[in-house]
């Protein structure tokens, strides 16, 4: 069992900056394929960024490639989503998920599930 847990949330104008982390429970972090997903309200959830074991792959939706970075610490067991440039559309609940894998990127190959951190911006 792995359990994660998301912070770094909050309310931010439009143009600002967030980072968020979550914090991963177990010894085996580097071995988890880690990704950041999104759900707004009336929408499917959505794959955002995702990074492998190692950190040298990532994935990033188009939506966010340039202004949003995926990176993670396995010393800490930790994985970090910066988010730059953020407008009313990046607007959602955020959820970090790990998968048992050397690479995913869809939400419905992940195995484990944060509960999720709050993101709003005004604009």
């Known amino acids: 069992q792995v359990q994660l847990v998301e912070s770094g949330g909050g309310l931010v104008q439009a143009g600002g900056s967030l980072r968020l982390s979550c914090a991963a429970s177990?010894?085996?972090?580097?071995?988890?394929?880690m990704g950041w997903f999104r759900q707004a309200p009336g929408k499917e959830r959505e794959s955002v960024a995702s990074?492998?074991?190692?950190?040298?792959?990532?994935y990033y939706a188009d939506s966010v490639k340039g202004r949003l970075t995926i990176s993670r610490d396995n010393a800490k067991n930790t994985v970090y989503l910066q988010m730059n440039s953020l407008g009313p559309e990046d607007t959602a609940v955020y959820y970090c998920?790990?998968?048992?894998?050397?690479?995913?990127?869809?939400?419905?190959?992940?195995?484990?599930w944060g509960q999720g951190t709050q993101v709003t911006v005004s604009s």
């Open positions: 990074i492998s074991g190692s950190g040298r792959r990532t």
């Open positions: 998920a790990a998968a048992i894998a050397l690479w995913r990127t869809r939400p419905q190959d992940y195995d484990y």
């Open positions: 177990g010894r085996t972090f580097s071995s988890y394929v």
